[in-house]
């Protein structure tokens, strides 16, 4: 496929990538909503369903190093390929699960698929857009990730109301198939013109600290914080990470070069991109529980209120005028204080206050739209060309574990002020006052069942305290991250980009043959 083919096809391409990323979003949270018809047609436990949740973000952001890696030596079109017919592959298997260990198995092969989609979708937008307007096709690329998160509680209610639990799953069959259909046909094959020597020690030792670190955080809420299970795993994680680092300052093929690091735009734009995604996925993390328990909304009424985050799909294809006006560092400050408001605001909503929970939800999500471009681009504007897979895979590994992180202290610090705001749980039998002291859903259950609604009003109220806990402690994260953006990134507006060689004819051609190396049918 000829360069001058490819500037005329990208924005089709853009539009093939997007519903890519429409995919992984929904498969995130679309299972939420399943949880207790699966939990009661499979007869999982509750550890069992907490892992059928987990598996896909554990094996995802596990993964995205390796699979930005293998991009960048075997091509990032065979990857989305590959990895889209996994996806879809393990959809259809995860819909027809005879038992929670297989469904927990699927949903690990579906995150595996979208650990090969999402570095490979950034990668080859920075290949077939010139500079000058990768800016604006990352805004595209953020609203469509976006937009499938609040969408797959949504679509999940819908079909929960309407179909038995393995529907939320087959979604993906048409969605699949379109892209897959669209990838073939449209998207160029593409490898670095050098070829890559695979690190495979530096490889193993990132996937394992990587997988250790997630199962660790996504542990810790259950097991708690000083528990051996979750110690072992975020320490072990630790050092195996560390010695990645040390591995990858000395060997002479590294997979993750840490000059990249040196880059105070790129470092500056990941450690954002990490704090960014703790507040949105730890925010929708709480809330999911406020409307469905707090508030006893069925999981469609559920979704729907989810969408009020759907303003970043109208901040996100504007940030790049905004990057225009003031630059990238003002706008992924401006972004993040945004987020902070939001959140602060949302802390002093009390429990049935629900418009001061949208309102500040719709806050969050614009100033997450706003941000989240500027600090993609300052990622990928900043990496070689040849290394565009594993940029694309810090990109993801920021999101995918600052969203993880967000999840384990948000809920960590929702349950810990939900359980010191409780009344005397004396009067209670031993096994009552566990199930008051757990959770809000197991208190409402419990008082149901004793008649005792006085007890059930101050759990709601308990419940409130940890949402204002929560709260504030993804405001606090914003502005901290609003503080390093400010103290790493560099000041003014960010630099123009040079032309892009794959306009056809107005580039000279030694530019035009650096540019499009690699480039084929």
Same mark, same amino acid.
Request: charged residues 10%.
């Given at each position: 496929m000829d360069a001058a083919t490819v500037h005329k096809r990208r924005w089709a391409i853009l539009a093939v990538l997007s519903l890519c990323l429409v995919i992984s979003g929904l498969d995130a949270l679309v299972i939420a909503m399943a949880v207790p018809k699966i939990q009661e047609d499979l007869g999982a436990t509750v550890g069992e369903m907490q892992w059928s949740v987990d598996a896909y973000t554990l094996t995802f952001g596990g993964l995205l190093l390796l699979a930005g890696t293998l991009g960048d030596r075997f091509g990032h079109k065979i990857m989305l390929l590959g990895g889209l017919v996994l996806i879809l592959g393990f959809s259809v298997a995860a819909a027809f699960a005879s038992g929670p260990g297989t469904l927990i198995t699927f949903r690990a092969g579906m995150g595996l698929g979208s650990a090969m989609v999402m570095p490979a979708t950034l990668a080859i937008i920075k290949q077939v857009f010139p500079p000058e307007e990768?800016?604006?096709?990352?805004?595209?690329?953020? /609203?469509?990730?976006? @937009?499938?998160?609040?969408?797959? +509680?949504?679509?999940?209610? %819908?079909? *929960?109301?309407?179909?038995?639990?393995?529907?939320?799953?087959?979604?993906?069959?048409?969605?699949?198939?379109?892209?897959?259909?669209? /990838?073939?046909?449209? @998207?160029?094959?593409?490898?670095? +013109?050098?070829?890559i020597? %695979?690190? *495979?020690?530096?490889?193993?030792?990132?996937v394992g600290g990587l997988v250790l670190l997630v199962y660790g955080l996504i542990e810790a809420p259950a097991d708690g914080w000083g528990s051996g299970t979750t110690l072992a795993?975020?320490?072990?994680?630790?050092v195996l990470l560390c010695g990645f680092i040390a591995w990858e300052a000395r060997t002479a093929h590294p997979m993750l070069p840490l000059s990249l690091f040196a880059n105070r735009r790129f470092s500056g734009s990941a450690?954002?991109?990490?704090?960014?995604?703790?507040?949105?996925?730890?925010?929708?993390?709480?809330?999911?529980q406020y409307f469905q328990i707090a508030r006893a909304h069925d999981p469609l009424a559920s979704g729907v209120r989810m969408l009020a985050i759907i303003t970043l799909v109208i901040s996100s294809p504007l940030a790049p005028n905004v990057v225009k006006m003031i630059g990238d560092k003002a706008t992924i400050i401006l972004g993040m204080l945004l987020i902070g408001a939001g959140a602060f605001a949302l802390a002093t909503a009390d429990v049935d206050a629900e418009t001061t929970v949208l309102i500040s939800l719709g806050v969050m999500g614009f100033?997450?739209?706003?941000?989240?471009?500027p600090s993609v681009d300052g990622i990928l504007a900043n990496a070689p060309e040849n290394q565009a897979g594993t940029a694309s895979a810090v990109n993801d590994t920021a999101l995918q574990v600052g969203g993880a992180v967000g999840v384990a202290i948000?809920?960590?610090?929702?349950?810990?002020?939900?359980?010191?705001?409780?009344?005397?749980?004396?009067?209670?039998?031993?096994?009552?006052?566990?199930?008051?002291?757990?959770?809000?859903?197991?208190?409402?259950?419990?008082?149901?069942?004793?008649?005792?609604?006085?007890?059930?009003?101050?759990?709601?109220d308990a419940f409130g305290s940890g949402l204002h806990a929560a709260a504030i402690t993804s405001g606090i994260v914003a502005l901290v991250g609003a503080a390093v953006t400010a103290f790493l990134m560099p000041r003014g507006l960010?630099?123009?980009?040079?032309?892009?060689?794959?306009?056809?004819?107005?580039?000279?051609?030694?530019e035009q043959t650096e540019q499009t190396a690699g480039l084929a049918d």
């Amino acid at each position: 496929m000829d360069a001058a083919t490819v500037h005329k096809r990208r924005w089709a391409i853009l539009a093939v990538l997007s519903l890519c990323l429409v995919i992984s979003g929904l498969d995130a949270l679309v299972i939420a909503m399943a949880v207790p018809k699966i939990q009661e047609d499979l007869g999982a436990t509750v550890g069992e369903m907490q892992w059928s949740v987990d598996a896909y973000t554990l094996t995802f952001g596990g993964l995205l190093l390796l699979a930005g890696t293998l991009g960048d030596r075997f091509g990032h079109k065979i990857m989305l390929l590959g990895g889209l017919v996994l996806i879809l592959g393990f959809s259809v298997a995860a819909a027809f699960a005879s038992g929670p260990g297989t469904l927990i198995t699927f949903r690990a092969g579906m995150g595996l698929g979208s650990a090969m989609v999402m570095p490979a979708t950034l990668a080859i937008i920075k290949q077939v857009f010139p500079p000058e307007e990768q800016a604006k096709a990352i805004g595209v690329w953020s /609203g469509a990730a976006g @937009i499938g998160i609040p969408l797959g +509680p949504v679509i999940g209610g %819908l079909l *929960l109301n309407h179909y038995w639990w393995g529907s939320i799953f087959l979604i993906n069959v048409p969605v699949v198939g379109l892209a897959l259909i669209g /990838g073939f046909v449209l @998207i160029p094959s593409w490898r670095a +013109p050098k070829a890559i020597t %695979l690190d *495979l020690i530096g490889a193993f030792l990132a996937v394992g600290g990587l997988v250790l670190l997630v199962y660790g955080l996504i542990e810790a809420p259950a097991d708690g914080w000083g528990s051996g299970t979750t110690l072992a795993s975020l320490i072990g994680g630790a050092v195996l990470l560390c010695g990645f680092i040390a591995w990858e300052a000395r060997t002479a093929h590294p997979m993750l070069p840490l000059s990249l690091f040196a880059n105070r735009r790129f470092s500056g734009s990941a450690a954002a991109l990490f704090c960014q995604a703790f507040a949105l996925f730890g925010s929708l993390f709480v809330l999911t529980q406020y409307f469905q328990i707090a508030r006893a909304h069925d999981p469609l009424a559920s979704g729907v209120r989810m969408l009020a985050i759907i303003t970043l799909v109208i901040s996100s294809p504007l940030a790049p005028n905004v990057v225009k006006m003031i630059g990238d560092k003002a706008t992924i400050i401006l972004g993040m204080l945004l987020i902070g408001a939001g959140a602060f605001a949302l802390a002093t909503a009390d429990v049935d206050a629900e418009t001061t929970v949208l309102i500040s939800l719709g806050v969050m999500g614009f100033g997450i739209g706003l941000s989240i471009p500027p600090s993609v681009d300052g990622i990928l504007a900043n990496a070689p060309e040849n290394q565009a897979g594993t940029a694309s895979a810090v990109n993801d590994t920021a999101l995918q574990v600052g969203g993880a992180v967000g999840v384990a202290i948000l809920g960590t610090a929702m349950t810990s002020a939900y359980q010191g705001a409780l009344p005397s749980l004396d009067a209670l039998s031993p096994a009552d006052r566990s199930n008051v002291h757990d959770s809000l859903g197991s208190a409402l259950a419990t008082t149901a069942r004793i008649g005792d609604t006085g007890l059930a009003a101050k759990a709601v109220d308990a419940f409130g305290s940890g949402l204002h806990a929560a709260a504030i402690t993804s405001g606090i994260v914003a502005l901290v991250g609003a503080a390093v953006t400010a103290f790493l990134m560099p000041r003014g507006l960010k630099q123009p980009a040079k032309p892009h060689a794959v306009q056809a004819g107005q580039a000279e051609q030694t530019e035009q043959t650096e540019q499009t190396a690699g480039l084929a049918d």
